[in-house]
């Protein structure tokens, strides 16, 4: 059996990634998660106007004298008010963010001034530099440059940005997902498990991975071990499609595998089978005429979690037009063996660690791929590359699971 190696597939996905779903014009509030689907151009030039840094007042350097010399203070800008203009030989009372007048260059903070009856006695010239305190216009941003590039995550600070150059709505790619759970074994968390039966744990964790990468428009579908049902509820799905569907289980060999042989009759299948540990059954292919994206993963619950992380989303960042699809990984010490090479890209479940001043990868001793806890342990995944062993102290690509799924 040849397994395809995980590079191969991951490009393969990302030559058929397009633009998926639809664009959303969302208020502010309602985009923090999404990925923006168009460039944001600022609406303003941001501060708009040089301005203070500092409450105090606003001179021209070259009024200053040694120290003994005051100024009358002949005009007082409060932020918010226009800036005005400074006679020669005055001193304008200033605020944080308030404009500097017309005519001043430089501002001094008021802890370094002598207020007197209407004047001023500011600070000897040698220790001022010109344009001190002052904040330039369009230090943040300037009128019609773009701010926010399209495909990116939008973030708190980028929604700041947006409402800083003026900017009320943003365009949010919104994709439609259904996530399926497959296997008669399944049954919902909150009802009892009769024998032989397990609570569903893909589907829950498949809804939420989606979630945390910004996909929040999710319905749920369960299908039995049954060809004719699974038909079916594909063809039902079809009527009305979403953007993707991502699927766990009946993706392996076995007998009671249906969804592979179903995607094969409704569609195509694009390629099976990777050199990945876990997630060997990964599927990937296209549902109906309009070729509808289908993942299928295996129903390991780790193996949902790793191929998800290293496969699945990077596909959906294609799509979204955002970079890189995978973070740089960091390149830490392995503080564990592996003495058995095999023939699959293996992702370990580890955790960072610290230890004499230096950061360690440390392995959870279980990595069965049907258990979650492990998955929980850790804090990002470590790749043992293909008939690779690992020695004490050698170096391994390490991503977090937070740059994952940043
Ligand atoms: N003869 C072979 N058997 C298996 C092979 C193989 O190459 N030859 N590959 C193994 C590998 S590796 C994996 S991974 C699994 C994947 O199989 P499927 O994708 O078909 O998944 P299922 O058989 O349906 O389920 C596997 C496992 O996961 C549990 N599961 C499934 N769905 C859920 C869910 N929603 N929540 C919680 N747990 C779920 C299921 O009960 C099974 O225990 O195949 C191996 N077998
Ligand atoms: O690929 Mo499977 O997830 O190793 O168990």
């Known amino acids: 059996m040849t397994l395809m190696p995980v590079d191969e597939a991951r490009q393969r996905l990302l030559a058929t990634a397009r633009p998926l779903g639809r664009v959303v ?3 502010l509030e309602r985009a923090l998660g999404g990925w923006l689907a168009a460039p944001v151009a600022a609406r303003v030039t941001v501060p708009p106007h040089d301005n203070s840094a500092v409450d105090g007042i606003a001179v021209r350097r070259a009024d200053l004298g040694d120290g ?3 100024l009358p203070i002949t005009l007082r800008v409060p932020a918010g008010d226009p ?23 430089t501002v001094l903070m008021q802890e370094d001034c002598v207020f007197g009856d209407g004047t001023v006695t500011p600070p000897a010239a040698d220790g001022v530099r010109t344009g001190q305190n002052i904040r330039p216009a369009g230090q943040d941003s300037r009128q019609g440059e773009v701010v926010l590039a399209a495909g990116e995550r939008i973030t708190p600070m980028a929604i700041g940005l947006a409402a800083s150059v003026g900017v009320a709505t943003l365009p949010v790619r919104r994709l439609r997902v ?10 919902p968390p ?20 989606l979630a945390q990468s910004g996909f929040t428009e999710v319905a ?6 049954d060809r004719a049902r699974t038909r079916e509820q594909l063809d039902a799905l079809l009527a009305d499609p979403p953007d993707l ?17 179903a995607l094969e009759e409704r569609g195509e299948l694009d390629f099976w089978r990777l050199a990945i540990k876990p997630g060997k059954p990964f599927t990937f292919g296209r ?28 596909y959906l960042r294609r799509c979204l037009g955002a970079e890189p699809v995978l973070p740089v990984p960091q390149r830490l010490p392995a503080d564990f063996t592996v003495t058995r090479p095999g023939p699959r890209q293996e992702y370990l479940r580890v955790r960072r660690v610290e230890r004499d001043g230096q950061a360690w990868l440390q392995r959870h001793p279980n990595q069965s791929s049907g258990m979650l806890s492990s998955a929980v342990w850790a804090d990002g995944l470590a790749v043992v590359p293909v008939d690779a062993t690992v020695a004490a102290g050698d170096p391994l690509d390490y991503y977090p699971f937070a740059d994952l799924l940043a």
């Open 25 to 27: 014009e969302e208020p």
């Open 83 to 105: 800036p005005g203009e400074l006679a020669p030989g005055g001193a304008a009372r200033i605020f944080t963010g308030a404009p500097v007048p017309a005519g001043a260059d």
């Open 220 to 225: 749920a579908l369960w299908l039995p071990d």
């Open 178 to 187: 259904t996530v399926i759970s497959s296997g008669d074994e399944l049954v």
């Open 245 to 261: 569907v991502l699927a766990s289980g009946g993706v392996s060999v076995g007998e009671e595998d249906h969804l592979r042989a």
């Open 190 to 209: 909150g009802t009892p498990a009769g024998p032989g039966k397990i609570y569903n744990s893909n589907g829950p964790l498949m809804s939420t991975l």
């Open 287 to 314: 549902l109906g005429d309009a070729g509808l994206p289908f993942f299928g993963l295996p129903g390991n619950p780790s193996a949902v979690v790793v191929c998800y992380l290293t496969l699945v989303l990077p």
């Open 68 to 70: 003994t010399v005051s």
